[in-house]
């Protein structure tokens, strides 16, 4: 049987290496025809080696020439933007996992959307920013897509699973707490940096790592969820869960609760994802919502070691500390606002980031500038990418001059 071939938008960073292995455990179910990044050439250079991609996308068009000179010259490679656009719609490309950080992954997740792929969603920004067009599109589309984020397809995962036909009553996301669930809310002001991108739980980029400790991130996937799912907010449930073993639980009408347990390791997730699309493109005939025959015959392969509850011991669960966690209450206001304020907070909430790991704005004054400018913000409604994106860059002249 032919491998399903496979574009990685984001190959670099820590979802792409995530999807890597779980490629290089599965040996000849994908075949990587495309990748993309933005600054690490090495990395990019050394995933060609290993996986023969057709094509290699950098974001940055000043790396296009030192990569043609590295790589073999049957290999395409192409910089901009626009080069991330054309991975996500290659013809030959069956599934694309998109892994670019931030409100940039937009407009790919658009493109593979328009171009009918299979999308295996880490982009969260994506669906914040740009929840009602990109679900308006998909509605539009033969495209089929998936969040490969812990949570949401831990979500997914206990739904398929589930097939009494007994009513969703509510689902709940967890958060680890990030770096600083313990400490004092005194202390804030003075948190650095290097202090808060070192995750107790999970190896991941800077930006995710301080939207974690800001407990922002969960924010932002609350949003994610009420348009994966079709769930109105209060329906939507956020806990504190420390240890990172349970990553999503779905309770039904009949008050039964169904969860996701395993390691934190996203190949979990992200296998999980893949396996779906791999069996509905290699085997439509026996896919049929993960029935007990799909059950047996499941057999997609992850390094991760085996869940041991008896070693983890206690696991707690603990609600939101709205006081020292601000963000997420944020979060669920811009939702309720709707129209352009999750637009408008994903960008305020990005360079207010951005500011903080330069050394520019204390820790608690992240939340402080996003509040602020979505205060400011005079709601209009999104109906196309243009104007998403005028949106965006006013949130953002806005974060910088607060």
Known sequence: MEPVKLALLGASGSIGESTLAVVRANPGKFKVEAVTG???????????????????????????AALRRVLPSDVHVHG??????????????????????????????????????????ANKESLVAGGELVMS????????????????????????????????????????????????????????????????????????????????????EVIEAHYLFGLPLQDIEVLVHPQSIVHGLVEFNDR?????????????????????????????????????????????????????????????FMPVDAGKFPALDLCRKSLQRGGSAAAVLNAANEEAVSMFLGGEIRFTEIVQIVEAVTSSHQIVPLETYEQIVAVDRWAREAARKI
Request: glycine share 8%.
């Open 256 to 316: 039964s609760v169904i969860a996701a347990l395993y390691e934190a390791n996203m190949q979990s997730p992200i296998a999980f994802v893949l396996e779906d699309f791999y069996r509905e493109l290699r085997c439509p005939g026996c896919h049929d919502g993960f029935g007990e025959r799909e059950q047996r015959e499941r057999n997609f392969a992850t390094t991760n070691s085996s869940l041991d509850l008896i070693k983890k011991g206690r696991l707690e």
């Open 137 to 220: 599109r998909l509605r539009k589309s033969r495209a089929r897509m998936l969040s490969i984020d812990s949570e949401h397809a831990s979500i997914h995962q206990c739904l398929v699973g589930y097939k009494s036909g007994v009513g969703i009553r509510k689902i709940a996301i967890t958060a680890s707490g990030g770096p600083f669930l313990h400490t004092d809310v005194s202390l804030l002001d003075h948190v650095t940096p290097a202090e808060a991108v070192r995750h107790p739980r999970w190896q991941m980029g800077a930006k995710i790592s301080v939207d974690s400790a800001t407990m922002m991130n969960k924010g932002l």
């Open 80 to 121: 901009g933007d626009d080069s991330i656009v054309m991975a996500a719609s290659l013809p030959e490309v069956e599934i694309v996992v998109g892994a670019v950080v931030g409100f940039a992954g937009l407009r790919s997740t658009l493109a593979a959307i328009d171009s009918g792929k299979r999308l295996a969603l």
């Open 38 to 64: 933005n600054t690490n050439l090495s990395a990019l250079q050394k995933i060609v080696e290993e996986f023969s991609p057709r094509h290699v996308c950098v974001a940055d068009s000043n790396g296009v």
